[in-house]
């Protein structure tokens, strides 16, 4: 095995690993933004070359990614200057103190502002953080599943498709027979494409209840890269955090 660095036509650069045992060509990024080859020792360097520059668009998101959020999210103090995720990007947090009864929170632009009686604890303004994302959560999904609907031509099963935010501690979505749609507020932390990708996910389960072929085939025509995506949603799933 021999490791080196090199440069390709797309400006990519990346390290080759080669692997006497490997079959096939694979591409990761890691969590240091390196941009990782592995191929079979035969393989030839215009080959991998080609390979690499056939999936510019896909690293470039990924290094995006991977830049964008913070190794280990810092634990919230709920106060001037904390950090949140929203879509892969960071969110500073401003408490406005005095005026109100009950906490509310809004985006202007980069900040999350929470508008908090002069007493409030970090639990309240949390309480408003926590109801901020579900309120987004709903919107943004309830449009992301219904577009995914639309595509789909789903006739539905004589009830509506209901689409709710949870709390769930590992899981990112889930679909029941019903036609209930749910999805872990943390999710809403990943980049945009990738909660695309979890409603359509969602949305494809109504369809099939399960991960077999006929599944990943309806996936693949509706959106080609999924497998990529939900190959970068895992790889982000650790970094995202309950509120
Ligand atoms: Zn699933």
């Known amino acids: 095995m021999d490791r080196i660095v090199v440069k390709t036509a797309g400006k990519v650069q990346y390290e080759l690993i080669r692997k006497t045992n490997r079959r096939r060509i694979a591409l990761r990024v890691t969590d240091d933004a390196r941009v990782v080859v592995s191929a079979p020792s035969r393989t030839p360097r215009t080959t991998i070359d080609r390979f690499v520059t056939d999936h510019v668009d896909w690293i470039e998101r990924k290094l995006a990614a991977v830049g964008s959020l913070p190794k280990t999210l810092p634990e919230h103090t709920y106060t001037d200057g904390d ?70 031509g789903y006739a539905g099963a004589n009830r509506p498709v209901v689409v709710s935010m949870a709390s769930y501690p590992k899981r990112m979505g889930s679909c029941s027979q019903k036609g209930e749609l749910r999805f872990a507020v943390r999710s809403l932390m990943l980049p945009l494409p990738l909660v695309d990708y979890l409603a359509l996910h969602e949305v494809a389960h109504l369809v099939h209840f399960n991960h077999g072929a006929s599944f990943k085939q309806l996936l693949e025509s509706c959106m080609p890269d999924w497998k990529l995506r939900q190959h970068e949603m895992s790889s982000l799933r650790i970094r995202t955090a309950h509120i």
């Not at 202007?108 to 639990?123: M, N, P, Y």
């Not at 949390?126 to 639309?150: R, T």
């Open 83 to 152: 950090r949140f995720l929203v879509f892969g990007e960071e969110k500073i947090l401003k408490v406005q103190r005095g005026g109100v009864a009950t906490a509310t929170c809004k985006l202007v632009e980069d900040t999350l502002v929470v508008h908090a009686r002069s007493g409030a604890k970090g639990t309240a303004i949390g309480k408003a953080i926590s109801l901020w994302y579900v309120e987004l959560g709903n919107q943004v999904y309830g449009e992301l599943v219904k577009k995914w609907l639309g595509r789909i």
